[in-house]
Protein backbone atom coordinates (compact mmCIF):
# COMPACT_ATOMS: atom_id res chain seq x y z
CA UNK A 1 0.00 0.00 0.00
CA UNK A 2 1.22 3.01 -0.73
CA UNK A 3 2.13 5.62 1.94
CA UNK A 4 0.59 9.07 1.97
CA UNK A 5 2.37 11.94 1.65
CA UNK A 6 0.99 15.24 3.66
CA UNK A 7 2.33 17.84 3.43
CA UNK A 8 2.50 20.61 6.45
CA UNK A 9 1.16 23.62 5.37
CA UNK A 10 2.71 27.26 5.78
CA UNK A 11 0.57 28.38 8.70
CA UNK A 12 1.14 31.94 9.07
CA UNK A 13 0.66 35.07 7.51
CA UNK A 14 3.56 36.77 6.97
CA UNK A 15 3.93 39.52 4.29
CA UNK A 16 3.88 37.15 1.02
CA UNK A 17 4.57 38.68 -2.88
CA UNK A 18 1.38 39.02 -4.82
CA UNK A 19 2.72 37.12 -8.24
CA UNK A 20 -0.74 35.78 -8.97
CA UNK A 21 -2.58 32.95 -7.84
CA UNK A 22 -3.00 30.04 -11.01
CA UNK A 23 -6.82 30.08 -12.90
CA UNK A 24 -6.75 26.94 -13.10
CA UNK A 25 -6.29 25.59 -9.75
CA UNK A 26 -8.20 22.74 -8.70
CA UNK A 27 -10.70 23.18 -6.36
CA UNK A 28 -10.03 26.45 -5.81
CA UNK A 29 -12.98 27.68 -3.48
CA UNK A 30 -14.01 30.80 -1.13
CA UNK A 31 -11.86 31.27 1.50
CA UNK A 32 -12.69 32.11 5.14
CA UNK A 33 -11.50 35.74 4.85
CA UNK A 34 -13.69 36.56 1.36
CA UNK A 35 -16.37 34.68 3.63
CA UNK A 36 -15.77 37.07 6.59
CA UNK A 37 -15.83 40.29 4.03
CA UNK A 38 -19.27 39.23 3.09
CA UNK A 39 -20.58 39.44 6.74
CA UNK A 40 -20.84 42.96 6.34
CA UNK A 41 -22.73 43.13 3.18
CA UNK A 42 -25.66 41.58 5.17
CA UNK A 43 -25.69 44.79 6.89
CA UNK A 44 -25.60 46.69 3.78
CA UNK A 45 -28.23 45.25 1.93
CA UNK A 46 -30.85 45.39 4.88
CA UNK A 47 -30.77 48.59 5.18
CA UNK A 48 -30.69 49.42 1.54
CA UNK A 49 -33.64 47.03 2.24
CA UNK A 50 -35.26 48.60 4.76
CA UNK A 51 -35.35 51.89 3.42
CA UNK A 52 -36.73 50.90 0.48
CA UNK A 53 -39.72 49.06 1.96
CA UNK A 54 -40.52 52.09 4.27
CA UNK A 55 -40.66 54.48 0.99
CA UNK A 56 -42.93 52.36 -0.98
CA UNK A 57 -45.05 51.55 2.23
CA UNK A 58 -45.39 55.51 2.32
CA UNK A 59 -46.28 55.65 -1.48
CA UNK A 60 -43.19 57.45 -2.28
CA UNK A 61 -41.91 55.14 -4.48
CA UNK A 62 -39.73 57.45 -6.62
CA UNK A 63 -37.54 58.45 -3.44
CA UNK A 64 -37.30 54.94 -2.61
CA UNK A 65 -36.54 53.27 -5.80
CA UNK A 66 -33.51 55.81 -6.36
CA UNK A 67 -32.19 56.31 -3.20
CA UNK A 68 -31.79 52.24 -3.16
CA UNK A 69 -30.22 51.78 -7.12
CA UNK A 70 -27.75 54.44 -5.71
CA UNK A 71 -26.77 52.04 -2.69
CA UNK A 72 -26.84 48.88 -4.73
CA UNK A 73 -24.23 50.20 -6.91
CA UNK A 74 -21.81 51.54 -4.24
CA UNK A 75 -22.55 48.44 -1.98
CA UNK A 76 -22.44 45.47 -5.28
CA UNK A 77 -19.34 47.66 -6.70
CA UNK A 78 -17.44 47.62 -3.54
CA UNK A 79 -17.96 43.82 -3.36
CA UNK A 80 -17.24 43.11 -6.54
CA UNK A 81 -13.92 44.78 -6.72
CA UNK A 82 -12.66 43.14 -4.11
CA UNK A 83 -13.72 39.55 -5.06
CA UNK A 84 -11.57 39.91 -8.45
CA UNK A 85 -8.83 41.35 -6.85
CA UNK A 86 -8.87 38.22 -4.38
CA UNK A 87 -9.82 35.57 -7.26
CA UNK A 88 -6.27 36.71 -8.62
CA UNK A 89 -4.48 37.69 -5.74
CA UNK A 90 -5.51 36.90 -2.36
CA UNK A 91 -3.01 35.47 -0.69
CA UNK A 92 -4.18 35.83 2.92
CA UNK A 93 -1.34 37.57 4.51
CA UNK A 94 -1.65 40.12 7.33
CA UNK A 95 -1.47 43.17 5.01
CA UNK A 96 -4.08 41.44 2.66
CA UNK A 97 -6.07 40.40 6.21
CA UNK A 98 -5.97 44.16 7.90
CA UNK A 99 -7.10 45.99 4.29
CA UNK A 100 -9.78 43.34 4.28
CA UNK A 101 -10.72 45.05 8.19
CA UNK A 102 -10.61 48.22 6.88
CA UNK A 103 -12.78 47.58 3.74
CA UNK A 104 -15.64 46.05 5.91
CA UNK A 105 -15.09 48.87 8.33
CA UNK A 106 -15.84 51.18 5.54
CA UNK A 107 -19.07 48.97 4.36
CA UNK A 108 -20.57 49.54 7.83
CA UNK A 109 -19.84 53.86 7.33
CA UNK A 110 -21.73 53.20 3.98
CA UNK A 111 -24.58 51.49 5.46
CA UNK A 112 -25.02 54.33 8.36
CA UNK A 113 -24.91 56.68 5.67
CA UNK A 114 -27.86 55.19 3.73
CA UNK A 115 -31.32 56.83 5.50
CA UNK A 116 -29.63 60.85 4.60
CA UNK A 117 -29.12 59.44 1.34
CA UNK A 118 -32.89 58.03 1.04
CA UNK A 119 -34.09 61.41 2.70
CA UNK A 120 -32.14 63.77 0.25
CA UNK A 121 -34.12 62.28 -2.64
CA UNK A 122 -37.60 62.63 -1.15
CA UNK A 123 -36.50 66.24 -0.50
CA UNK A 124 -34.82 66.48 -3.65
CA UNK A 125 -32.48 69.96 -3.30
CA UNK A 126 -29.16 68.50 -2.82
CA UNK A 127 -28.03 64.60 -2.11
CA UNK A 128 -26.88 64.40 1.10
CA UNK A 129 -24.35 61.37 0.62
CA UNK A 130 -21.28 62.71 2.68
CA UNK A 131 -21.27 59.56 4.97
CA UNK A 132 -21.99 57.14 1.93
CA UNK A 133 -19.26 58.64 0.17
CA UNK A 134 -17.03 58.93 3.35
CA UNK A 135 -17.75 54.98 3.99
CA UNK A 136 -16.96 54.12 0.02
CA UNK A 137 -14.04 55.92 0.11
CA UNK A 138 -12.51 53.89 2.91
CA UNK A 139 -13.50 50.71 0.96
CA UNK A 140 -11.98 51.74 -2.35
CA UNK A 141 -8.34 53.22 -1.08
CA UNK A 142 -7.37 49.65 0.69
CA UNK A 143 -8.67 48.45 -2.98
CA UNK A 144 -6.44 50.56 -4.43
CA UNK A 145 -3.08 50.18 -2.25
CA UNK A 146 -3.91 46.29 -3.13
CA UNK A 147 -3.65 46.85 -7.06
CA UNK A 148 -0.38 49.02 -6.38
CA UNK A 149 1.29 46.27 -4.81
CA UNK A 150 0.34 43.86 -6.69
CA UNK A 151 1.40 45.78 -9.75
CA UNK A 152 5.09 45.93 -7.89
CA UNK A 153 5.07 42.14 -7.49
CA UNK A 154 4.03 41.08 -10.61
CA UNK A 155 5.85 43.19 -13.78
CA UNK A 156 4.18 41.71 -16.01
CA UNK A 157 0.82 42.52 -15.52
CA UNK A 158 1.19 45.50 -14.12
CA UNK A 159 -0.33 47.23 -16.74
CA UNK A 160 -3.68 46.19 -15.82
CA UNK A 161 -2.88 46.81 -11.71
CA UNK A 162 -2.33 50.27 -12.83
CA UNK A 163 -5.16 50.54 -14.68
CA UNK A 164 -7.25 49.79 -11.68
CA UNK A 165 -5.41 51.73 -9.19
CA UNK A 166 -5.74 55.09 -10.96
CA UNK A 167 -9.56 54.51 -12.07
CA UNK A 168 -9.84 53.87 -8.48
CA UNK A 169 -7.89 56.96 -7.52
CA UNK A 170 -9.49 59.22 -10.11
CA UNK A 171 -13.05 58.09 -8.97
CA UNK A 172 -12.76 58.51 -5.39
CA UNK A 173 -11.21 62.28 -5.70
CA UNK A 174 -14.29 62.59 -7.66
CA UNK A 175 -16.88 61.53 -5.47
CA UNK A 176 -15.44 63.77 -2.59
CA UNK A 177 -15.45 66.52 -4.51
CA UNK A 178 -19.01 66.10 -5.00
CA UNK A 179 -19.65 65.91 -1.60
CA UNK A 180 -17.80 69.45 -1.11
CA UNK A 181 -19.49 71.38 -4.14
CA UNK A 182 -23.13 70.76 -2.84
CA UNK A 183 -24.69 70.87 -6.63
CA UNK A 184 -28.05 70.28 -7.26
CA UNK A 185 -29.52 67.00 -6.74
CA UNK A 186 -29.97 66.50 -10.85
CA UNK A 187 -26.55 67.81 -11.85
CA UNK A 188 -25.12 65.60 -8.76
CA UNK A 189 -26.61 62.53 -10.87
CA UNK A 190 -24.92 63.66 -14.09
CA UNK A 191 -21.84 64.26 -12.82
CA UNK A 192 -22.21 60.37 -10.67
CA UNK A 193 -23.14 58.92 -14.14
CA UNK A 194 -19.30 60.21 -14.93
CA UNK A 195 -17.91 58.67 -12.28
CA UNK A 196 -20.17 54.84 -12.75
CA UNK A 197 -18.72 55.34 -15.95
CA UNK A 198 -15.57 55.85 -14.68
CA UNK A 199 -15.44 52.95 -12.28
CA UNK A 200 -17.28 50.21 -14.63
CA UNK A 201 -14.51 51.07 -17.45
CA UNK A 202 -11.28 50.33 -15.41
CA UNK A 203 -11.89 46.63 -15.19
CA UNK A 204 -13.02 46.53 -18.41
CA UNK A 205 -9.71 48.24 -19.93
CA UNK A 206 -7.61 46.30 -17.27
CA UNK A 207 -8.45 43.35 -18.60
CA UNK A 208 -9.27 43.48 -22.06
CA UNK A 209 -6.48 45.93 -23.30
CA UNK A 210 -4.00 46.06 -20.29
CA UNK A 211 -3.52 41.77 -20.19
CA UNK A 212 -5.52 41.25 -17.52
CA UNK A 213 -5.40 39.46 -14.20
CA UNK A 214 -4.82 35.52 -13.48
CA UNK A 215 -8.85 35.56 -12.23
CA UNK A 216 -10.50 31.78 -11.64
CA UNK A 217 -13.42 30.93 -13.58
CA UNK A 218 -15.13 28.72 -10.68
CA UNK A 219 -14.00 30.96 -7.92
CA UNK A 220 -15.33 33.70 -9.82
CA UNK A 221 -18.74 32.11 -10.12
CA UNK A 222 -18.93 30.82 -6.41
CA UNK A 223 -18.23 34.30 -5.19
CA UNK A 224 -21.05 35.70 -6.75
CA UNK A 225 -22.93 32.90 -5.83
CA UNK A 226 -22.65 33.25 -2.37
CA UNK A 227 -23.21 36.95 -2.44
CA UNK A 228 -26.56 36.03 -4.36
CA UNK A 229 -27.00 33.47 -1.16
CA UNK A 230 -26.92 36.51 0.61
CA UNK A 231 -29.08 38.82 -0.82
CA UNK A 232 -31.38 36.22 -0.37
CA UNK A 233 -31.48 36.29 3.05
CA UNK A 234 -33.60 39.52 2.92
CA UNK A 235 -36.26 37.39 1.81
CA UNK A 236 -36.01 35.68 4.81
CA UNK A 237 -36.06 38.48 6.60
CA UNK A 238 -39.01 40.25 4.74
CA UNK A 239 -41.28 36.87 5.68
CA UNK A 240 -40.75 36.45 8.75
CA UNK A 241 -41.70 40.31 9.02
CA UNK A 242 -45.11 39.21 7.14
CA UNK A 243 -45.71 36.29 9.37
CA UNK A 244 -45.02 38.54 12.42
CA UNK A 245 -47.46 40.89 11.48
CA UNK A 246 -49.56 38.10 10.58
CA UNK A 247 -49.31 35.94 13.55
CA UNK A 248 -49.62 39.20 16.06
CA UNK A 249 -52.77 40.27 14.64
CA UNK A 250 -56.51 39.71 16.13
CA UNK A 251 -55.72 35.82 13.81
CA UNK A 252 -53.22 34.71 15.62
CA UNK A 253 -51.36 31.92 14.01
CA UNK A 254 -53.97 30.55 11.55
CA UNK A 255 -54.55 29.69 7.57
CA UNK A 256 -52.93 32.89 6.52
CA UNK A 257 -50.16 32.61 8.99
CA UNK A 258 -49.39 29.08 7.18
CA UNK A 259 -49.73 30.64 3.79
CA UNK A 260 -47.38 33.35 4.33
CA UNK A 261 -44.46 31.21 6.14
CA UNK A 262 -45.16 28.82 2.67
CA UNK A 263 -44.80 32.00 0.39
CA UNK A 264 -42.45 33.41 1.31
CA UNK A 265 -39.68 30.63 2.23
CA UNK A 266 -40.98 29.09 -1.01
CA UNK A 267 -39.90 31.58 -3.14
CA UNK A 268 -36.76 32.37 -1.65
CA UNK A 269 -35.78 28.80 -2.13
CA UNK A 270 -37.55 29.00 -5.54
CA UNK A 271 -35.06 31.50 -6.29
CA UNK A 272 -32.18 30.24 -5.23
CA UNK A 273 -32.78 26.52 -7.00
CA UNK A 274 -32.97 29.15 -10.01
CA UNK A 275 -29.96 30.77 -10.10
CA UNK A 276 -27.98 28.01 -9.22
CA UNK A 277 -29.42 25.90 -12.23
CA UNK A 278 -26.96 27.56 -14.35
CA UNK A 279 -23.75 26.29 -15.10
CA UNK A 280 -22.02 29.39 -14.95
CA UNK A 281 -18.40 28.37 -13.73
CA UNK A 282 -18.65 25.58 -16.77
CA UNK A 283 -19.23 28.71 -19.44
CA UNK A 284 -16.52 31.25 -17.67
CA UNK A 285 -14.00 28.57 -18.00
CA UNK A 286 -14.81 28.05 -21.47
CA UNK A 287 -14.93 31.76 -22.84
CA UNK A 288 -13.27 34.26 -20.27
CA UNK A 289 -13.71 37.07 -22.55
CA UNK A 290 -17.40 36.69 -21.75
CA UNK A 291 -17.45 37.44 -18.12
CA UNK A 292 -18.71 41.72 -18.80
CA UNK A 293 -22.05 41.44 -19.01
CA UNK A 294 -22.31 38.61 -16.74
CA UNK A 295 -20.11 40.13 -13.88
CA UNK A 296 -21.96 43.22 -13.85
CA UNK A 297 -25.29 42.46 -14.80
CA UNK A 298 -25.44 40.58 -11.37
CA UNK A 299 -25.34 44.24 -9.71
CA UNK A 300 -29.14 44.42 -11.06
CA UNK A 301 -29.40 40.50 -9.92
CA UNK A 302 -27.92 41.26 -6.25
CA UNK A 303 -30.12 44.47 -6.44
CA UNK A 304 -33.77 42.90 -7.60
CA UNK A 305 -33.21 39.96 -5.01
CA UNK A 306 -32.72 42.55 -2.02
CA UNK A 307 -35.72 44.28 -3.41
CA UNK A 308 -37.74 41.45 -3.36
CA UNK A 309 -37.31 40.97 0.45
CA UNK A 310 -38.51 44.70 0.58
CA UNK A 311 -41.14 43.42 -1.18
CA UNK A 312 -42.14 41.27 1.38
CA UNK A 313 -41.41 43.89 3.91
CA UNK A 314 -44.07 45.76 1.92
CA UNK A 315 -46.79 43.51 2.76
CA UNK A 316 -46.20 43.03 6.47
CA UNK A 317 -46.65 46.65 6.32
CA UNK A 318 -50.05 46.15 4.30
CA UNK A 319 -50.59 43.50 6.94
CA UNK A 320 -50.12 45.56 9.75
CA UNK A 321 -51.84 48.42 7.77
CA UNK A 322 -49.23 50.68 7.73
CA UNK A 323 -49.08 51.15 4.04
CA UNK A 324 -50.24 53.88 1.86
CA UNK A 325 -50.45 51.81 -1.00
CA UNK A 326 -53.33 49.02 -1.59
CA UNK A 327 -53.43 45.71 -2.22
CA UNK A 328 -51.94 46.32 -5.87
CA UNK A 329 -49.06 48.29 -4.97
CA UNK A 330 -47.88 45.36 -2.25
CA UNK A 331 -48.18 42.59 -5.19
CA UNK A 332 -46.32 45.03 -7.41
CA UNK A 333 -43.66 45.47 -4.70
CA UNK A 334 -42.74 41.90 -5.14
CA UNK A 335 -43.31 41.05 -8.65
CA UNK A 336 -41.70 43.95 -10.14
CA UNK A 337 -38.24 43.10 -8.59
CA UNK A 338 -38.63 39.78 -9.20
CA UNK A 339 -39.59 40.40 -12.94
CA UNK A 340 -36.32 42.38 -13.39
CA UNK A 341 -34.40 39.18 -11.57
CA UNK A 342 -35.75 36.42 -14.01
CA UNK A 343 -35.06 38.62 -16.66
CA UNK A 344 -31.47 39.49 -15.85
CA UNK A 345 -30.71 36.00 -15.26
CA UNK A 346 -32.02 34.59 -18.45
CA UNK A 347 -29.65 37.84 -19.78
CA UNK A 348 -26.82 36.99 -18.47
CA UNK A 349 -27.06 33.36 -19.40
CA UNK A 350 -27.54 34.05 -22.96
CA UNK A 351 -24.81 36.67 -22.85
CA UNK A 352 -22.35 34.29 -22.12
CA UNK A 353 -23.45 31.18 -24.47
CA UNK A 354 -24.12 34.26 -26.98
CA UNK A 355 -27.22 31.90 -28.20
CA UNK A 356 -30.77 32.63 -27.95
CA UNK A 357 -32.73 29.79 -26.82
CA UNK A 358 -36.51 29.88 -27.80
CA UNK A 359 -37.03 27.72 -24.75
CA UNK A 360 -36.36 30.64 -22.42
CA UNK A 361 -39.37 32.31 -24.16
CA UNK A 362 -41.62 29.88 -23.17
CA UNK A 363 -40.36 30.16 -19.72
CA UNK A 364 -40.64 33.97 -19.31
CA UNK A 365 -44.10 33.98 -20.93
CA UNK A 366 -44.86 31.38 -17.87
CA UNK A 367 -43.34 33.06 -15.28
CA UNK A 368 -44.88 36.57 -16.49
CA UNK A 369 -48.47 35.00 -16.90
CA UNK A 370 -47.93 34.00 -12.91
CA UNK A 371 -46.75 37.81 -11.98
CA UNK A 372 -49.56 38.84 -13.79
CA UNK A 373 -52.33 36.50 -12.11
CA UNK A 374 -51.05 37.69 -8.68
CA UNK A 375 -51.88 41.40 -9.63
CA UNK A 376 -55.33 40.27 -11.14
CA UNK A 377 -55.68 38.21 -7.68
CA UNK A 378 -54.94 41.20 -5.86
CA UNK A 379 -57.44 43.59 -7.82
CA UNK A 380 -60.09 40.94 -7.34
CA UNK A 381 -59.44 41.32 -3.55
CA UNK A 382 -58.20 37.64 -2.96
CA UNK A 383 -56.39 37.67 0.82
CA UNK A 384 -52.19 38.91 0.44
CA UNK A 385 -51.67 35.51 1.43
CA UNK A 386 -52.97 33.69 -1.65
CA UNK A 387 -51.50 36.54 -3.47
CA UNK A 388 -47.85 36.12 -2.16
CA UNK A 389 -48.16 31.99 -2.77
CA UNK A 390 -49.19 32.75 -6.24
CA UNK A 391 -45.72 34.99 -6.35
CA UNK A 392 -43.85 31.87 -5.08
CA UNK A 393 -45.10 30.03 -7.77
CA UNK A 394 -43.32 32.35 -10.50
CA UNK A 395 -39.52 31.01 -10.20
CA UNK A 396 -41.15 26.94 -10.08
CA UNK A 397 -41.70 27.77 -14.02
CA UNK A 398 -38.17 27.89 -14.69
CA UNK A 399 -37.26 25.30 -11.68
CA UNK A 400 -39.96 22.25 -12.99
CA UNK A 401 -38.55 23.54 -16.83
CA UNK A 402 -35.10 22.94 -16.64
CA UNK A 403 -35.53 19.96 -14.33
CA UNK A 404 -37.33 18.07 -17.00
CA UNK A 405 -36.41 19.41 -20.41
CA UNK A 406 -34.08 22.64 -19.78
CA UNK A 407 -31.08 20.52 -18.41
CA UNK A 408 -30.46 19.09 -22.54
CA UNK A 409 -30.94 22.69 -23.69
CA UNK A 410 -27.96 23.34 -21.40
CA UNK A 411 -26.06 20.33 -22.04
CA UNK A 412 -26.11 21.03 -25.62
CA UNK A 413 -25.81 24.75 -25.37
CA UNK A 414 -21.84 24.01 -22.99
CA UNK A 415 -21.18 21.49 -25.91
CA UNK A 416 -21.62 23.80 -28.54
CA UNK A 417 -19.65 26.37 -27.18
CA UNK A 418 -17.10 23.82 -26.28
CA UNK A 419 -16.81 23.13 -29.82
CA UNK A 420 -16.06 26.89 -30.71
CA UNK A 421 -13.06 26.90 -29.40
Not at 168 to 178: P, R
Not at 219 to 229: D, T
Not at 271 to 280: A, G, K, N, R, V
Request: one cysteine or more; hydrophobic letters at 55%; glycine letters at 8%.
Amino acid sequence: MAAVSHVVPDLGHRRRRLSGRDPGEAHRSATPLELLYDLVFVVAFGQAANELAHYVAEDHVRTGVLGFAFAVFAISWAWISYSWFASAYDEDDWVCRLATMVQMVGVVILALGLPEVFASFEEGETLDNGVVVAGYVVMRVPMAFQWLRASRHDPERRPAHLTYFWTIIVAQVGWTALVFLSLPIGTTFLCASVLYALELAGPLVAQRLKGGTPWHPHHIAERYGLLVIITLGEGIIGTVATLSAVVHGPEGWSTDAALVLLAGVGLTFGLWWMYFTIPSGHALALRRDRVFFWGYGHIAIFGALAAVGAGLHVAAYYLEHHTEIGAVGTVLSVAVPLAVFVVMLYATWTALLRRRDPFHLALLAGTATVLVLAVVLAQAGVSMAWCLVVLALAPVVTVVGYETVGHRHQEAALTRLKQSL
